[in-house]
């Protein structure tokens, strides 16, 4: 989220993250407009892999052991949804319309931001499926519905693993 000229990174539980990630929230400031709230991922790359290890030794140091971090294994920002530009609230939008917008938004982006791929081709997410796990350490896929709309608390998405299909219920 990017207000009044600063940004700020929360998780899930609502836990501020900034101090965490600050690559990312400098990032953030340069990048996006003030009233831009983007649903994402943290992520960390260690040897071209994900790196979960790494992704939570950022998340349990201190604040001011962080900077270390940040210099040695930066992070990256997966953003896969907008929720908001210029303060108005998109999550009553289709899925298609927000990530038409997000899109638009990100056209400007360099590292370490950046947008999640997506493919409507389902060969294409056959192929991703097979290769990304074992390239790159991605644990599986997440299908979405084009005409959902943004209910925050619930995720109506559902994600195929390596280990199996994940829980969820998707509605129009």
Do not use: N
């Amino acid at each position: 989220m990017r207000s009044a000229g600063i940004a700020r990174l929360w998780s899930r539980q609502r836990k501020d993250l900034t101090a965490q990630f600050s690559d990312i929230a400098r990032a953030a400031v340069a990048q996006l407009s003030d009233g831009v709230v983007l649903d994402g991922e943290l992520v960390i790359l260690v040897d071209g892999r994900l790196s979960f290890d790494a992704s939570q030794r950022r998340l349990v140091t201190a604040p001011s052991k962080a900077r270390r971090l940040v210099a040695s294994v930066p992070a990256s920002y997966a953003a896969f949804d907008v929720l908001a530009v210029g303060g108005v609230d998109l999550r009553t939008q289709r899925w298609s319309v927000r990530r038409s917008r997000l899109e638009q938004l990100a056209a400007g982006w360099s590292a370490p931001l950046q947008v999640s791929p997506v493919t409507a081709d389902i060969g294409e997410a056959r192929e991703w499926f097979e290769v990304l796990p074992e390239a790159m350490g991605v644990e599986g896929l997440v299908v979405k519905g084009a005409g959902l709309r943004y209910v925050g608390g619930r995720r109506e998405w559902l994600k195929v693993s390596s280990g199996g299909v994940g829980c969820v219920r998707l509605s129009e």
